[in-house]
């Protein structure tokens, strides 16, 4: 199985912050990573997938990279809705595996 | 607007077996595959299963936590996906949701959540 690696497993942020969350792959997966937010009691919402491209309606200041096997989430300028669990996930094989998750508080 | 809602949630013994429905509209639903994906209470996520569509045979993928023992199927007629959960064990307890996939290449990435049905095994 290809393991999904996230860090930090929880950041403190204020609004207005640049944060950046790292995800890992434990062997190539040909950036089909995505990426997703879950607020408390609510279902994930995606964001990004093929590592960096933005799912309709997110906002532009969400931003995906890779490198090999090392993806990076980036929120530009932290807004309060933001704060959340992020999850990635590769889809480049089966079983599909996710991330530990990062929990975003507020500082 | 793509809505998704599961449906057949609730407390089962050990042992026992449930249904899950997810009832889908705003979608050509015999167009995609369709994926349920799990979260134990406090946990990350987990995926289930894969239902492909009609042109791939309606074929299907399992994780091995529950291979054997869940099946997941697809009625296009009642634009509906059903995961049929038998031998239930305490650790399946978790919401459960169904996800509409889109394609990626050669690949398939969950682009539209429902809001989730929550499964409880207890005795």
């Known amino acids: 199985d290809i393991q999904m690696t996230q860090s930090p497993s929880s950041l403190s942020a204020s609004v207005g912050d640049r944060i950046t969350i790292t995800c890992r792959a434990s062997?190539?997966?040909?950036?089909?990573l995505a990426w997703f937010q879950q607020t408390p009691g609510k279902a994930p919402k995606s964001l990004i997938y093929?590592?960096?491209s933005l799912q309709s309606g997110v906002p532009p200041r969400f931003s995906g990279s890779a490198s090999g096997t090392d993806f990076t989430l980036t929120i530009s300028s932290l807004q309060p809705e933001d704060f959340a669990t992020y999850y990635c996930?590769?889809?480049?094989?089966?079983?599909?595996?996710f991330g530990g998750g990062t929990k975003v508080e507020i500082k | 607007e793509v809505q998704l809602v599961e449906s057949g949630g609730g407390l089962v013994q050990p042992g026992g077996s449930l249904r899950l429905s997810c009832a889908v509209s705003?979608?050509?639903?015999?167009?995609?595959?369709m994926d349920w994906v799990r979260q134990a209470p406090g946990k990350g996520l987990e995926w289930v299963g894969r239902?492909?569509?009609?042109?791939?045979?309606?074929?299907?993928e399992y994780a091995a936590s529950v291979k054997g023992r869940f099946t997941i199927s697809r009625d296009d007629s009642e634009n509906s996906l059903y995961l049929q959960m038998n031998s239930l064990k305490t650790e399946d307890t978790a919401v459960y949701y169904c996800?509409?996939?889109?394609?990626?290449?050669?690949?398939?990435?969950?682009?539209?959540w429902g809001r989730g049905t929550l499964v409880t095994v207890s005795s």
């Open positions: 705003g979608f050509t639903f015999s167009d995609h595959y």
């Open positions: 093929a590592a960096s």
């Open positions: 239902s492909r569509h009609k042109g791939y045979s309606y074929t299907t």
């Open positions: 996930q590769q889809y480049n094989d089966y079983p599909l595996t």
């Open positions: 062997r190539g997966i040909g950036n089909y």
């Open positions: 996800i509409r996939d889109a394609p990626d290449r050669d690949g398939y990435y969950f682009d539209y």
